[in-house]
Each structure stands twice: as structure tokens, then as C-alpha cells.
Nanobody, 118 residues
Framework: QVRLVETGGGLVQPGGSLGLSCAASEIIFNFNVMGWYRQASGKQRELVATVTSGGKIRYSEAVKDRFTVSRDNAKNTVYLQMNYLKPDDTAVYYC????????????WGQGTQVTVSS
């Protein structure tokens, strides 16, 4: 069973920056899409950013122009650089991967807390 292992997260002041990374436990496993979702307390999980194996990127409007998602296919790792963080960005951030012909094999990381507060 492939696992997604996240690192990063923590407490940062408003306007600060933070980076997340997520590595698959098996380098040769082919994820069609990798990316990040987040879930704030009392809210539904929402898309943050995704990137396909071919490099196509998608951002939510809430993070566009502040966050940067990238991917190293050779390492089967996805990254999220978060700049100009706001208190509204406070959430548990989950790494996501999808695989299979129909992208119906879904994998999630364990989640990492990001708190933006002064």
C-alpha cells in the first residue's frame, strides 16, 4: 500500500512563509495527479493546488498568486510553498494523490497543521 508522508507545517505569523513537502513511500508508483487540500475547523475539505505528471497546475482562487505547487516526478514528491500567509489559511493540509486509468485510486497523507497567527 502506497503511503503519502508529509513534512513541514507549523505556526507562522501573518504575512510569513511556510513550505510543505509530501513524498510517496514508493518512488516508482505513478500518480497522475498530486497536490494539496486543506480543511479548516468546522469546514469541508477544499482544494488548494494540484499538479499533473505532465506539469499542468491548478490553484484555488483563495491561494492563487500566493502559493506555489511543484512536483519532482523522479522523487515522487510534491511541494507547496506558501507566501503571504493569512489567518484564513489556518487549516490541516492534506497531501493528495490520484492514480489509475480513471484517476479513481485516491491516496491521502495524514495531514499537517498550518496555523497563521500573531
Amino acid at each position: 500500500q502506497v503511503r503519502l508522508v508529509e513534512t513541514g507545517g507549523g505556526l507562522v505569523q501573518p504575512g510569513g512563509s511556510l513550505g510543505l513537502s509530501c513524498a510517496a513511500s514508493e518512488i516508482i508508483f505513478n500518480f497522475n495527479v498530486m497536490g494539496w487540500y486543506r480543511q479548516a475547523s468546522g469546514k469541508q475539505r477544499e482544494l488548494v493546488a494540484t499538479v499533473t505528471s505532465g506539469g499542468k497546475i491548478r490553484y484555488s482562487e483563495a491561494v492563487k498568486d500566493r502559493f506555489t505547487v511543484s512536483r519532482d516526478n523522479a522523487k515522487n514528491t510534491v511541494y507547496l510553498q506558501m507566501n503571504y500567509l493569512k489567518p484564513d489559511d489556518t487549516a490541516v493540509y492534506y497531501c493528495h494523490g490520484s492514480a489509475g486509468y480513471f484517476n479513481d485510486e485516491i491516496y491521502w497523507g495524514q495531514g499537517t497543521q498550518v496555523t497563521v497567527s500573531s
